[in-house]
């Protein structure tokens, strides 16, 4: 099963704020040993939002909107795509990963359409 493991925006990310050097060293240990177990496929972080654009399609008419998108905690501020064998795995090792931000924050898990899911 594949999965996108997003984690949402906070305020501090939404500024632009880095993450701290040990806050960096644990993710990077985190991410050594996802990809050791051979769950991590990809991914990284996002900038903020300020520097994003979103397209809007209505019929054949398109307009560009440009960032700060609200509310933040329904932006992203990173991702993963991970594969694993079901959702409880997945879970698991979430719950393993160092907090992704300074304060609360929040990490959610989408599985990925697969191509038997279209038959």
Avoid: H
């Avoid at 209505?58 to 960032?67: K, L, P, Q």
């Amino acid at each position: 099963m594949r999965v996108m493991v997003i984690v949402k925006a906070t305020a501090d990310s939404e500024q632009g704020a880095m993450p701290s050097m040990e806050l960096l060293t644990a993710m990077g240990a985190y991410n050594e040993e996802l990809i050791k177990a051979g769950i991590m496929t990809g991914g990284d972080g996002l900038k903020p939002t300020v520097q994003g654009k979103r397209v809007a399609f209505d019929g054949a008419s398109r307009s560009v909107v440009s960032g700060p998108f609200a509310p933040t905690t329904e932006q992203i501020a990173g991702f993963w795509l991970w594969q694993v064998k079901d959702m409880d795995e997945a879970v698991e090792w979430v719950k393993r990963c160092p907090n992704p931000m300074p304060g609360p924050s929040e990490i959610e898990i989408r599985p990925l359409y697969e191509e038997a899911d279209f038959m």
